[in-house]
T-cell receptor
Framework: GIQVEQSPPDLILQEGANSTLRCNFS?????LQWFHQNPWGQLINLFY???GTKQNGRLSATTVATERYSLLYISSSQTTDSGVYFC?????????????FGKGTHLIIQP | SQTIHQWPATLVQPVGSPLSLECTVE??????LYWYRQAAGRGLQLLFY??????ISSEVPQNLSASRPQDRQFILSSKKLLLSDSGFYLC?????????FGEGSRLTVL
């Protein structure tokens, strides 16, 4: 099946810093999502981005489908950005059988 | 708008006891539904998915089962829990390929 690799696995930054999280996947996809899991375990949808670039406030994401990677940018980090960031792609082309997840990037923003 | 709810939020059960986690979706019809598990650490593993009433597909063999008795209801069950069933269970639904998660149910098996 398709493999999803995220880097770095852990990242510790000071408040106000910028960061780039990477997601590589092993096969062509027609869907890619970024999630943020907060300290209470809730998975929050950040971006649905099969290709191109999207921005939402301090966060933006870029997916280059032809090169099989996606990047999540966080600017001017705040302590509330702490948590685990996951990217996920479909198990198969149709997508009805769900998404497979990377192992995540654990981000800690220190005040 | 669509919402998804699952319960209970927290559960502590002895080994060998049964389990029932319930998930319901509101505001949509005929959704694809999913159960994921997140064990210690942070990976999410797909357990079951359903594209319609009574249609269940399992991704991994395990001590758990799933049922979909109604269009917007998805239930995760076990007849006898094992220690290894402990974890964080997440229900999800999809629309146009985008996945949305419920609040999760934290299960501890002692």
């Amino acid at each position: 099946g398709i493999q999803v690799e995220q880097s770095p696995p852990d990242l510790i930054l000071q408040e106000g810093a910028n960061s780039t999280l990477r997601c590589n996947f092993s096969d062509s996809v027609n869907n890619l999502q970024w999630f943020h899991q907060n300290p209470w375990g809730q998975l929050i949808n950040l971006f649905y981005i099969p290709s191109g670039t999207k921005q939402n406030g301090r966060l933006s994401a870029t997916t280059v489908a032809t090169e099989r990677y996606s990047l999540l940018y966080i600017s001017s980090s705040q302590t509330t950005d702490s948590g685990v960031y996951f990217c996920a792609v479909p198990y198969s082309g149709g997508g009805a059988d769900g998404l497979t997840f990377g192992k995540g990037t654990h981000l800690i923003i220190q005040p | 708008s669509q919402t998804i709810h699952q319960w209970p939020a927290t559960l502590v059960q002895p080994v060998g006891s049964p389990l029932s986690l319930e998930c319901t979706v509101e505001g949509t019809s005929n959704p694809n539904l999913y159960w994921y598990r997140q064990a210690a650490g942070r990976g999410l593993q797909l357990l079951f998915y359903s594209v319609g009433i009574g249609q269940i597909s399992s991704e991994v063999p395990q001590n758990l089962s799933a049922s979909r008795p109604q269009d917007r209801q998805f239930i995760l069950s076990s007849k006898k829990l094992l220690l290894s069933d402990s974890g964080f269970y997440l229900c999800a639904w999809s629309s146009g390929g985008e996945l949305f998660f419920g609040e999760g149910s934290r299960l501890t098996v002692l």
